[in-house]
């Protein structure tokens, strides 16, 4: 996807980066584009093998940055073009360069083995070891061009990578006269470095595997008839035909047929959703039994699962702080061990009588057990398994800070109002003051309420219609966060909100005081409609509280959430109705919108890191405040989904318990991993030094490290 705003002159690309293996090539990127004037910004997303710049158009173009990534000898691809041919055939031949570079030092050892097991019928002693000697020449040519080249083009911008180190490794190995260990060192590498290629794939295409659920087609109607198209030519507005048991191409709006849908891939909710006319549906979900007309409401680029890969790949792309961490530690790491490799070459012969060829040898063992690359893809492997596991889920997280973040909390603050209570409250009492009729307050009522998006407002309209109760147009309509709504209907001043809303505008009387405090006990929410300053009626609204509530509230508590707190704008006796029924007993009543912020705020003084669970409307500003904002239900709002740190697609409070269980399984996968490479590579320094470690273990070692935490990363992706 490339965005060119062409009157500001900012640009911004993403790139595809051929050959951006490993956290130093990023670095090599980082150093070349240091004095590259007109770039603005660039981040990578290693796993992704994604670079994404911003740039000043009119300084720079997009080719001027592939070149700067050619000179690093990687090569790039803006994102829409498809290198897939090419890379196929790069990838097919270095897979066959590593295979013969094995197949050159099996034949080779062979060799060597037999001429050592003294002279036989294969030939003279001395022939055996010339034929052996070609055969690992050979091999170190089949091997060693991928390597070299990267080195090259390392030394040439002033780092040491691991490339580099291999070729000194290698190198000083031949001139030792160990040819064959030379040979294993390249071949070993190679192979390490195809099978980090492949299990990295792994991670990727486990996002990868989201953005297939789509067909590419889908079944148009219009004036001529039925026929299949490509649904990149669909646009909204178009109708299409959803067969039973298909999966539904594009985001749209049902305008006929009934059909239970599955939703997982996107929501992943485990039970399938009624659909009926008026309903949306999701690109990517799975349709049941029956047949389904839809209205087609975005392009295929824009579609909810589309935002949602957007987002992992852009989640995936951010670094987490202990990520950073590892990085600077590895830049002091590898110059640390160089020194120290040359202190061993220099110091181990003096010390301990060797030659200077096993002090050599030691020193070159130690510089290729330095290569941190274990280390430094400990993270990040970690949390990409993580979010594309819980994007699975239909847990959006923002990027691994979050995560990290996220298992430090202990203060879980709830939104009552379509969080804990399902949002879809219904009207179940109409009380009549001062002898207005029902049927009037009604009116009034949704007269005002037409235009708000509150849930309350919902219950209102649909009570009214209902009720056959038409609305009329209603002027000077403004909401009060929080409180209510007010405007004027024929001329005639309608107010409606709260107990709080008509305490502040001092319109309660005791009567109406008394009233209402017997209505909120048994958890229904009033709202009192004025006429002219005049209460005129209560409307009752009931909300159930969601079927999880409880046992996600338990949940929390068991997994040390040890503080949680309900905030909410309705009255205390509705609010602790509720929160009674769901076992929280900190509640925190009659809040405006600017109150949630502030008890959020006091909420951090006394628990450290608060997280917010909220759905969007009047409590946005706390969500924003929160050290981490958990958004419910955002499969249909895209800002939500946006502006949350962690989104979750379903109305479903299990989620959040889940995403805390995997934020602490991530934080314990990342340390399991940070301690399998750094013993791993503790031990590879002490042997190294003390002289058991020959070159081709410490190659070994040092991809098994890598594979290693690999697969553990990996687990996460089926945590739940
Ligand atoms: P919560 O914090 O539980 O999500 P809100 O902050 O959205 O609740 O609203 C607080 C209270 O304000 C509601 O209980 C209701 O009494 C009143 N209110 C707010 N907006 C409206 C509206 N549009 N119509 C009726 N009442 C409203
Ligand atoms: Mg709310």
Same mark, same amino acid.
């Not at 709260?498 to 109406?512: D, G, K, Q, T, V």
């Not at 904002?629 to 379903?650: K, N, P």
């Given at each position: ?95 066959? !360069? ?124 219009? $004036? ?5 198209? *490509? ?43 009624? +659909? ?40 995936? %792309? ?35 009588? !060797? ?32 979010? %594309? ?8 997280? +923002? ?71 038409? %609305? ?6 403004? $909401? ?114 600017? *109150? ?125």
């Amino acid at each position: 996807m490339t965005t060119c705003t062409v009157c500001e002159l900012h640009a911004e690309s993403t790139f595809r980066i051929e050959g951006m293996d490993c956290r130093e090539e990023v670095a090599m990127l980082e150093r070349r584009f240091r004095n590259l004037g007109g770039l603005e910004d660039f981040s990578a997303d290693l796993l992704g093998r994604r670079l994404h710049v911003k740039y000043d158009a009119a300084r720079i173009s997009a080719a001027t940055i592939a070149d700067a990534v050619a000179d690093t000898g990687m090569r790039a691809w803006l994102d829409h073009e498809e290198p897939v041919i090419g890379t196929n055939r790069q990838v097919r031949r270095r897979q066959a !360069l590593v295979l013969t570079s094995g197949i050159a030092l099996a034949i080779g050892l062979a060799l060597e083995m037999a001429a050592a097991h003294g002279p036989s019928a294969a030939g003279p002693h001395a022939q055996l070891v010339s034929w052996a000697l070609a055969c690992f020449v050979v091999s170190l040519a089949a091997g060693a061009g991928a390597t070299m080249r990267k080195a090259w083009s390392a030394v040439r911008v002033g780092s040491l990578d691991i490339n580099v180190l291999m070729v000194i490794a290698a190198a000083g190995a031949a001139i030792l006269g160990e040819w064959s260990e030379a040979a294993t060192v390249v071949f070993l590498f190679g192979l390490a470095q195809a099978l980090e290629v492949r299990t990295l794939d792994r991670a990727r295409s486990a996002i990868r595997a989201l953005m297939d659920l789509t067909p590419g087609d889908a079944l148009l109607r219009d $004036a001529q008839g039925e026929r299949r198209v *490509d649904v990149d030519e669909i646009a909204p507005g178009a109708v299409i035909v959803i067969r039973p048991g298909e999966k539904i191409p594009l985001d749209g709006d049902v305008v006929a047929g009934q059909s239970a849908v599955n939703q997982a891939p996107v929501t992943g909710e485990s039970l399938p959703v009624e +659909k009926s006319p008026g309903d949306g549906v999701f690109a990517g979900t799975i349709n049941g039994r029956g047949a389904l007309d839809v209205r087609v409401t975005r392009l295929r680029r824009d579609t909810t699962l589309a935002r949602i890969i957007h987002l992992v790949e852009r989640a995936q %792309a951010q670094r987490a702080p202990a990520q950073t961490l590892v990085e600077r530690f590895a830049r002091v790491y590898t110059p640390a061990v160089i020194l120290l490799a040359a202190v061993v070459a220099v110091a181990t012969p003096l010390m301990f009588r !060797l030659d200077w060829h096993a002090g050599m040898y030691r020193a070159l063992v130690l510089l290729v057990v330095s290569c941190p690359c274990a280390l430094v893809i400990s993270t990040p492997v970690s949390i990409v398994a993580a979010l %594309a596991g819980a994007a699975r889920k239909g847990v959006l997280v +923002k990027g691994g800070l979050h995560l990290e973040r996220m298992s430090g909390v202990r203060c879980v603050a709830f939104d009552k109002t379509g969080t804990l209570t399902c949002g879809r409250p219904e009207v179940v009492e109409v009380v009549a003051l001062n002898g207005a009729s029902p049927a009037s307050i009604v009116r009034l009522a949704a007269s005002v309420e037409q235009r708000s998006t509150h849930p309350i407002a919902h219950a209102i309209l649909d009570h009214a219609a209902a009720e056959q109760i038409t %609305a009329v147009a209603a002027e000077h309509v403004s $909401a009060l966060a929080g409180r209510g709504t007010e405007g004027s209907v024929n001329g005639r001043r309608v107010l409606l909100g709260s107990h709080r809303l008509f305490e502040e505008r001092r319109l309660c009387s005791p009567a109406l005081h008394e009233r209402l405090a017997g209505m909120d006990t048994t958890g229904r929410t009033s709202v009192v409609v004025a006429l002219d300053d005049r209460p005129v009626g209560i409307i009752a609204v009931a909300d159930r509280p969601r079927e999880t509530g409880k046992s996600a509230v338990e949940m929390l508590r068991r997994q040390g959430i040890t503080s949680i707190v309900m905030l909410t704008g309705d009255s205390r006796g509705t609010a602790e109705a509720i929160a009674a029924h769901l076992g929280i007993d900190d509640v925190r009543a009659e809040l405006l919108p600017q *109150d949630k912020v502030a008890a959020v705020e006091e909420l951090r003084r006394t628990h450290g890191s608060v997280a917010m669970v909220g759905d969007g409307v009047n409590d946005a500003p706390a969500l924003a405040s929160a050290d981490l904002g958990i958004a419910m239900g955002v499969a249909g709002s895209d800002a939500a989904l946006e502006t949350a740190d962690v989104a979750l697609m379903a109305d479903e409070l299990l989620r959040i318990p889940y995403a805390f269980r995997l934020s602490r399984a991530t934080v314990r996968n990342i340390k399991a991993n940070l301690a399998i490479s750094i013993v791993m590579k503790a031990t590879f320094v002490v042997a190294a030094v003390a002289g058991f470690a020959t070159l081709w273990m410490a190659v070994l070692a040092d991809t098994g490290a890598s594979v290693v935490v690999i697969a553990n990363a990996l687990r996460l992706l089926r945590a739940d």
